[in-house]
């Protein structure tokens, strides 16, 4: 094994948005007398926007055009981009910006590949944006995770083999897409004991560590 490049999910390890989505939709479900809570919003780690909202009206008895679908999300994505307004620099842990650094100093590459079609402008808002090598998000694929086009695109970006690309997840679908691009996945918070994970961590500290031991064992 010859780990050269780091792909990160953006939500939920490099930064914290999840209460962001959930008083977004919450927002979007609640005027639509659509049932929503913290439980149903886990099932949409991970997943697209048009994704997350099928999943939503499974609670909703009747039926939306694509039309109106469209203005949900839309909606949606202006309430939770005005909470996003909100973050500054200091929503990014000291540990996952002296680990990246460290990272960065060891010659890997670093990428994001994250199904929000936000990635940049948080990047931006918690002065990451130039962390990265290369940034594979919502905008840029048609399928979203377990599917690992983001990834896949995320290692086109910056031109390294998918075997040669490790990947951090907290989502079980970013597992599933990491596993069928044929990269090593790292699981952390929710995805650290999923069945499919390679290699397990409790902190974002520990991946320099993590690194070592890959290559020592290689």
Known sequence: ?????????LDGVIVFTDKFHYQAWKKVSDKMGIYFDETINNRLRGVSRA????????KYNGELSDQEKAEMMEEKNIIYRELLETMTADDVT????????????GGYKLAIGSSSKNAVFILEKVDLLDAFDGISDGNNITHS??????FLKAADFIREAAENCLVVEDACAGIDAAKAAGM???????????????????SFKELPDVINRLLAQA
């Open 51 to 58: 994704e997350s909202l099928e999943i939503i009206l499974e």
């Open 94 to 105: 000291d540990d996952v910006r002296d680990t990246l650094k460290k990272l960065r100093e």
């Open 184 to 202: 090593t996945a790292v699981g952390i918070g929710d995805a650290s004991d999923y069945g499919k994970t390679d290699i397990q961590i409790s």
């Open 1 to 9: 094994m010859n780990i050269k490049a780091l792909i990160f999910d």
């Open 145 to 150: 995770k377990p599917d690992p086009e983001v």
